[in-house]
């Protein structure tokens, strides 16, 4: 079997909306740094994703000089001279914009970024809305049937990490007429090696020195069937998916993880199974 190995490094600050490739990331217990510290929230406080709001797709994001750069582009073209542009600070305390708002199940304190940003993402998407931020410190635990250590997490679905090896999109491209990129997935680990879906049998590993647990294959949705260049809606890749992936009434593609190590990982990095599932 060939060796496996860290090929590509994703985050996505806002929740939903466009990720960022990373050459390397620090591994916090939440998540990656800044991965998924911002959610959009609609004006009864509840979390806003591509799944009802599929233009969220066309919001683009960078990492420039201690700020988070969001370009919107109806052509979704980052450096089009049409494209509209807001940045905000990495780094904010929450001060007296602090207040509840759900995601899931969940009510997770976090605080408004500003009015200007809310009004900003409010005007392009012509609903009322914030944008609200997820301080390190505040609380937000994984489900307690698949915990290790008491995890945390931060506004992700419902766990810190995510990994997809590319013979897995290779396999279910084999399978599609029209292949899809790696993007429609949201991992934050994608690796090279092995065999398509190995992931499903992960239980502890490490990336480079940091050690990770698989805890549970993740179910897909229709945000992946959302093409993150036009914003349009098709079928795939949920109906080919379920011919091969279905379990139970969900879908199955990619493994969630949690972390046992915080330090950081590397695009290249070995992977090395201890035990599997």
């Not at 679905?157 to 007429?177: E, I, M």
Request: aromatic fraction near 8%; hydrophobic fraction near 35%.
């Amino acid at each position: 079997m060939s060796e496996l190995r860290l090929s590509e490094i994703w985050i996505y600050p806002v929740k939903s909306l466009g990720g960022i490739r990373l050459d390397q990331a620090k591994v916090l217990e939440k998540g990656l740094e800044y991965d998924r510290r911002w959610m959009l929230v609609d004006e009864n406080g509840v979390f806003m994703t591509q799944r009802t709001t599929p233009a969220m797709a066309l919001f683009k994001l960078r990492l420039e000089d201690e700020e988070l750069r969001i370009v919107f582009s109806p052509q979704s073209i980052v450096h089009s001279p049409q494209s509209i542009v807001h940045s905000i600070p990495l780094h904010s305390d929450i001060g007296e914009r602090e207040g509840h708002f759900t995601i899931w199940n969940d009510s997770v304190v976090a605080c408004e970024v500003n009015k200007d940003t809310s009004a900003w993402f409010s005007e392009i998407l012509g609903l009322k809305c914030k944008l609200v931020h997820f301080p390190e410190k505040n609380s937000r635990a994984v489900d307690p049937n698949y915990k290790v250590n008491d995890e945390h997490v931060s506004l992700a679905d419902a766990y810190p990490f995510l990994v997809l090896g590319q013979p897995s999109l290779d396999y279910l491209n084999s399978k599609l007429a029209q292949p899809l990129p790696m993007n429609r997935f949201r991992p934050n680990f994608v690796f090279t090696g092995g065999e398509a879906n190995e992931e499903d049998t992960w239980r502890n590993f490490t990336i480079g020195n940091n050690r990770f647990v698989g805890v549970k294959a993740c179910s897909r949705c229709v945000l992946t069937t959302v093409n993150q260049d036009t914003a349009e809606k098709g079928d795939e890749p949920l109906r080919t998916l379920a011919t091969y992936r279905k379990k139970e009434n969900k879908i199955l593609f990619g493994q969630n993880l949690v972390s046992v190590d915080h330090q950081h990982v590397n695009e290249g990095d070995l992977i090395a199974i201890q035990t599997r599932s």
